[in-house]
T-cell receptor, first 113, second 113 residues
Framework: AQSVTQLGSHVSVSEGALVLLRCNYS??????LFWYVQYPNQGLQLLLK??????LVKGINGFEAEFKKSETSFHLTKPSAHMSDAAEYFC???????????FGAGTTVTVRA | ETGVTQSPTHLIKTRGQQVTLRCSSQ?????VSWYQQALGQGPQFIFQ???????GRGNFPPRFSGLQFPNYSSELNVNALELDDSALYLC????????????FGQGTRLTVV
């Protein structure tokens, strides 16, 4: 079964600084990969997804992620953090042709003024 | 376009009781998946319903059951509640069972005492 590991349960950044959230997947076959954001007391919102097109994927709110097969990674970045980026972020994976999402444990992002 | 809606938003039940959670899928979507998110963890896949049939199940016991109706709304039923069932239950809908993009509701927070 596919799985993802998110490195770092908490990340604190200054407003305007780079946001980098790490995600590694376990699979010998490139899967579909996703990043979701969850604000307090809300459901999950899709930020971006990789489904075998371009390896650099651009998403909403200025986020992007790069699929690196050699490193089995799909790290999420944003060049300049905003206070509104404070939330929990989940990396998720699914096998190609499968519908089930397997989520990482999540990374909580706090943004310092 | 109406998004995914879940009811109720919060619920408190006693151990041993039964509970029913409801989900209205997004307009035009025929597939609904349910996830359990325990505090501090990522969501875990419970099962998926496609065109009123269970289309896959995660590692949850049979006391977790579901239904999907002709209008593609769905229910999650949990019998013989245990303290560990306390969690946020998320419903996600997608256009079809092969669609990689799932839209999540805001969740139902279940507390078992």
């Amino acid at each position: 079964a596919q799985s993802v590991t998110q490195l770092g349960s908490h990340v604190s950044v200054s407003e305007g600084a780079l946001v980098l959230l790490r995600c590694n997947y376990s699979s010998s076959v490139p899967p579909y990969l996703f990043w979701y954001v969850q604000y307090p007391n809300q459901g999950l919102q899709l930020l971006l997804k990789y489904t075998s097109a371009a390896t650099l994927v651009k998403g909403i709110n200025g986020f992007e992620a790069e699929f690196k097969k050699s490193e089995t990674s799909f790290h999420l970045t944003k060049p300049s953090a905003h206070m509104s980026d404070a939330a929990e972020y989940f990396c998720a994976v699914s096998d190609r042709g499968d519908y089930k999402l397997s989520f990482g444990a999540g990374t909580t992002v706090t943004v310092r003024a | 376009e109406t998004g995914v809606t879940q009811s109720p938003t919060h619920l408190i039940k006693t151990r041993g009781q039964q509970v029913t959670l409801r989900c209205s899928s997004q307009s035009g979507h025929n597939t609904v998946s349910w996830y359990q998110q325990a505090l501090g963890q990522g969501p875990q896949f419970i099962f998926q319903y496609y065109r009123e049939e269970e289309n896959g199940r995660g590692n949850f016991p049979p006391r977790f059951s579901g239904l999907q109706f002709p209008n593609y709304s769905s229910e999650l039923n949990v019998n013989a509640l245990e303290l560990d069932d306390s969690a946020l239950y998320l419903c996600a809908s997608s256009r079809d069972n092969w669609d990689t993009e799932a839209f999540f509701g805001q969740g139902t927070r279940l507390t078992v005492v």
